[in-house]
């Protein structure tokens, strides 16, 4: 199994990004996928999940309203469309699959993870 984050990079605030995470090696719709994020000196966080069905969604409170989750199980990739960064959206962002029947925000619930990919939003 694996999955490959892209679309990172450094943008000024306000701005916006698109991430990308391809997977290959699992039935991609049998997974609820989710998005993380883990800034220096802090424990990785739960950004936004979305299941399998592409029905069901969930964000973290910080980022809602401007970002949105999205999957396309026919290309076996997850989207996250970030808008109006702010510098405390910095961070390395993972990409990551459960087998969970329902969206879980919490990571030990993610049995396959993506390499990460640095996002930096300046002030």
């Known amino acids: 199994v694996q999955l490959q984050a892209s679309g990172g990079g450094l943008v000024q605030a306000g701005g916006s990004l698109r991430l990308s995470c391809s997977t290959s090696?699992?039935?991609?719709?049998?997974?609820?996928m989710g998005w993380f994020r883990q800034a220096p000196g802090k424990e990785r966080e739960h950004v936004a999940a979305i299941d399998w069905g592409n029905t069901n969604t969930d964000y973290a409170d910080s980022v809602k309203g401007r970002f949105t989750i999205s999957r396309d199980n026919a290309k076996n990739m997850v989207y996250l469309q970030m808008n109006n960064l702010k510098p405390e959206d910095t961070a390395v962002y993972y990409c990551a699959a459960s087998g969970q029947l329902a969206i879980n925000v919490h990571p030990k619930y993610y049995q396959y993870w993506g390499q990460g990919t640095q996002v930096t939003v300046s002030s």
């Open positions: 090696g699992l039935t991609f719709s049998n997974y609820v």
